[in-house]
DNA sequence: ATAATGACTTTCA
DNA sequence: TTGAAAGCCATTA
């Protein structure tokens, strides 16, 4: 029994934010994409947008999380070191997302929007 | 504890 | 529309 009077932390708690935010990344459907912030709402972080981009960069490009769905605010994707963004443009492609040469995306047809009526 | 950094957003010119 | 500057926030050094 935990008779400390010092504080202990737990590692991890079912309200991890990076695992919120995963989640939430996780249930953008296939053929839609969502921004960060959106992403970060979804996940009960309003104002995290940053953080969700942190998140995914740390994370390895696998296909465990449909990272490729996330794009700016503005509708086109955003570029980061290394590439990945091309990466990115091929699988949305793949999707039925159509993305225009600078990589903008037409949000009036494939925005997410957060489901809950 | 302070400073720098980053897959962000918004505002202004 | 494009680009620069500031705002914002958790992680990392």
Do not use: F, N
């Not at 940053?50 to 955003?78: E, N, Q």
């Not at 993305?99 to 903008?104: I, M, P, Q």
């Amino acid at each position: 029994m935990p008779g400390k009077h010092k504080k202990d932390a737990p590692p991890l708690e079912p309200t991890d934010p990076h695992l919120a935010i995963l989640r939430a990344v996780a249930r953008v459907p296939a053929g839609c994409v969502a921004s960060y912030q959106a992403v970060a709402e979804a996940a009960g972080l309003p104002g995290r947008a940053r953080l969700v981009g942190s998140v995914l960069g740390r994370c390895p490009l696998s296909d465990d999380v449909p990272w490729h769905r996330i794009i700016g605010a503005d509708g086109r994707i955003r570029d980061r070191r290394g590439g990945g963004a091309t990466e990115q443009r091929r699988r949305l492609g793949l999707e039925g997302v159509e993305v225009d040469e600078r990589g903008r995306i037409d949000l009036s047809v494939h925005a997410w929007r957060l489901r809950g009526r």
